[in-house]
């Protein structure tokens, strides 16, 4: 199907915003992005508001009651953060599971199966006991939010036996890049870490580092999650499958702390459902959707 408009979900948030910026540098789709600026916000798109090739509709997804204008639908709204969603968890049932099983059910009840990309988590995998990690191995949500994510991804498997859904999940590992940081999400705690180190940094604050800081994690800049979308989009083969976006390698927490400051940080204790290790097989991604990752965190440290 040829993609003339599209709609971004959860538009001002950290990784929706940058998808915007690349689709419309990349290429010349109509965007409508929606966003009801829970934790995102407006600054994040303010350079785009006024180009006719985009329009922001500050609203909830669940008040949507038609989709059937888009050729693509990029799914990113969501409550996206682990420790928030044990202590909110009917919060975090309606914003992750309820408010995607809306915009499924409005396809569904238009007959319109537009291409479906929905921002899925490597947090599905738990501790995962293959690393490098592939598509394959066993789910272990160890959160209220991988099994949210986890509960789409399979929703979406279910009832494309019953229908003939178009979709594809992206599994992010852990991003990092512009606006990963966010000081008046209410949830900014818990964003992703090298955000909240280069913030600290920037206060003169000391880094926390959660347990030993032993914990590995597979940094992925955002801007290769948004080339990651877009391939999704492009392809034209009914994939309806998930695929691993992340770099491929692991830097420890520890590591990350000791590039961004030095000595100046602290150790605070481990939190509940967090993994071990986070580390991709993105031989999937590669083989059919052409996709790899370009960008290195070195640069995005020196530059930072
Ligand atoms: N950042 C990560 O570490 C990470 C890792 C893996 C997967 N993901 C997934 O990627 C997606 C984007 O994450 P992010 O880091 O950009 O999060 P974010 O919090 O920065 O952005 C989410 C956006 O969704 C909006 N939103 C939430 N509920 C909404 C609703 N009901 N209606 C309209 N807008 C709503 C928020 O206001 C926010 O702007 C999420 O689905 C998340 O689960 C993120």
Redesign the pocket.
């Known amino acids: 199907m040829q993609i003339n408009r599209v709609l971004i979900?959860?538009?001002?948030?950290?990784?929706?915003s940058n998808l915007l910026d690349y689709l419309l540098e990349k290429t010349t789709w109509q965007i409508t992005g929606?966003?009801?600026?829970?934790?995102?916000s407006k600054n994040n798109i303010s350079t785009h508001l006024n180009t006719t090739r985009f329009r922001f509709v500050k609203?909830?997804?669940?008040n949507l009651n038609s989709v059937k204008q888009y050729d693509c639908i990029f799914h990113?709204?969501?409550?996206?953060r682990i420790q928030p969603s044990f202590e909110f968890v009917t919060e975090h049932i309606t914003?992750?599971l309820t408010?995607s099983m809306h915009i499924i059910e409005l396809m569904i009840g238009e007959n319109h199966f537009p291409k479906f990309v929905f921002?899925?988590?490597?947090?599905i995998y738990g501790t995962p006991t293959t690393i490098p990690t592939p598509e394959t191995e066993a789910i272990e949500c160890l959160s209220p939010y991988a099994f949210q994510?986890y509960e789409v991804e399979k929703y979406l498997e279910l009832l494309s036996t019953r229908y003939p859904l178009d979709y594809i999940c992206l599994r992010?590992f852990?991003?990092y890049g512009p606006r990963?940081f966010?000081p008046e999400?209410k949830f900014n705690a818990y964003s992703?870490v090298v955000g909240i180190f280069l913030y600290r940094r920037e206060k003169g604050q000391k880094l926390l580092v959660t347990g030993e800081g032993s914990q590995k994690r597979d940094f992925i800049h955002v801007s290769d999650l948004a080339k990651a979308n877009y391939l999704a989009a492009i392809n034209p083969n009914k994939l309806n499958t998930a695929f691993n976006i992340g770099n491929g390698s692991t830097l420890s927490v520890l590591e990350l702390a000791q590039r961004i400051s030095g000595k100046d940080y602290e150790f605070i204790p481990k939190r509940e459902g967090e993994s071990d290790i986070t580390f991709a097989d993105v031989k999937k991604a590669k083989d059919l959707l052409g996709w790899h990752p370009e960008q290195k965190m070195e640069d995005y440290l020196k530059s930072n």
């Open positions: 979900t959860g538009v001002a948030g950290f990784i929706g929606i966003d009801n600026l829970s934790t995102g609203d909830n997804i669940r990113l709204a969501a409550l996206p914003e992750n408010s921002s899925s988590s490597s947090a994510k992010y852990n991003p990963s966010n999400n992703s």
